[in-house]
């Protein structure tokens, strides 16, 4: 890693789970926006989610975003197909094989398949066209409602809880379709220390299991919630016992990726409360910062492993070749979280007012350099 001043280059980053919103809801973000967003922060890819209008469950539908992507971009997007027709979770699968050239991986992200039969078809035929799964484990049947986590908060002030069981039994169920079928399967967002033990194990029997977590989950719990929709986001943040094995498990390796899952939507839809307000909060523009912040300058991990958990992993899992992408950050900028500063269109995010280092100053995406802020950083 080469260093001048106190800048520093270091591979770009890739994020396997965005939202941004385009076709269909283009008042929450644009790929434009998502982008222009990504670009300043050091991203070189970022992968979609197909909850879209229209869902990305054919050619034809995912031809609309690919359309927006060719015209609108900074750097590399890359969207997500459907598991099944509408995004539903059920009833009919995509054709994979029509889809796949088109592709890297597959997600019905948002909805957990619930039929154990439709899963393991769905993993059989993402197999045979070699592509990656990226699954949204949930129970549906253990939801009761709720929207935040089922804890001490939930309980002190009257909220509906959502149970770790509603995470973790669908990725105990999925790891075990897994090594029936050996579909390569990469878990969104895992939240909660049952998942981290199931997920060592299943790499402990060397089977093709990834998983992600996100920044909000490794730096909060339901202790830190307030009354604010800002606070709300699926999965939820979970117990302070559950944050802890989350930083054991990117401290041993069980967790291979910290995606930010960056979820825009308008302000309206956030000012609700915590019952009331959209899941989903936005995370592109802050995430190596508080990462850098909090987990490297404190020495719970290195510089060298974030590297590993934001680039060098998931570039590898979904299968790019990002060597020829960099960013450069200046590690000494010191900065207060300020969502008027976001480029994206989302503002909703825990984070306000949070101290940071590290900002994003150039990157580079292929050779060509796609976002140049370095002549205000010395």
Not at 158 to 187: A, K, M, P, Y
Request: a negative charge; aromatic letters at 8%.
């Amino acid at each position: 890693m080469a260093i001048q001043r106190n800048i520093v280059q270091i591979p770009a980053l890739v994020d396997l789970h965005v939202h941004f919103r385009e076709p269909g809801f283009s008042y929450k973000e644009t790929i434009l926006t998502g982008s222009m967003a990504a670009a300043a922060s050091g991203y070189s890819a970022v992968f979609t989610m197909p909850n879209l209008n229209p869902v990305s469950d054919t050619l034809e539908h995912l031809q609309e975003q690919l359309d927006i992507i060719r015209r609108d971009t900074y750097t590399g997007v890359y969207p997500y197909a459907s598991i099944t027709i509408g995004q539903k979770g059920a009833g009919q699968l995509v054709d994979f094989e029509a889809l796949a050239p088109h592709v890297k991986g597959f997600s019905d992200d948002g909805r957990g398949i619930q039929d154990e039969a439709l899963m393991r078809e769905a993993m059989k035929r993402c197999r045979a066209v070699d592509r990656l799964m990226v699954a949204h484990c949930e129970v549906e049947a253990l939801l009761n409602g709720g929207y935040i986590h089922a804890g001490e908060y939930a309980k002190k002030h009257n909220h509906r809880g959502i149970v770790s069981e509603s995470e973790w039994q669908e990725i105990e169920r999925d790891i075990r379709l897994v090594e029936e079928t050996g579909c390569r399967f990469h878990i969104c967002h895992i939240s909660t220390k049952e998942s981290v033990e199931l997920i060592r194990q299943a790499k402990a029997k060397g089977l093709p299991v990834t998983c992600e977590t996100a920044p909000h989950y490794l730096l909060l719990s339901d202790k830190d919630l307030q009354e604010d929709g800002k606070w709300k986001m699926n999965p939820p943040l979970r117990a302070e016992e559950d944050r802890l094995a989350l930083i054991e498990g990117i401290k041993d390796g069980t967790i291979d990726c910290i995606a930010t899952d960056h979820a825009p939507h308008s302000e309206e839809e956030k000012s609700r409360g915590l019952e009331k307000s959209a899941f989903g909060i936005v995370g592109i523009e802050t995430a190596f910062p508080l990462m850098y912040t909090h987990f490297v300058k404190t020495g719970i991990i290195t510089f060298e492993r974030l590297i590993e958990l934001m680039s060098s992993n998931p570039a590898r899992i979904i299968g790019i070749d990002n060597s020829n992408s960099f960013a450069y950050y200046d590690l000494d900028a010191c900065y207060t979280i300020d969502p008027a500063n976001f480029l994206s269109l989302g503002k909703a995010m825990p984070f306000e007012e949070w101290e940071v280092y590290g900002k994003c100053v150039k990157t580079i995406v292929n050779g060509i350099v796609v976002y140049n802020n370095s002549v205000n950083n010395g």
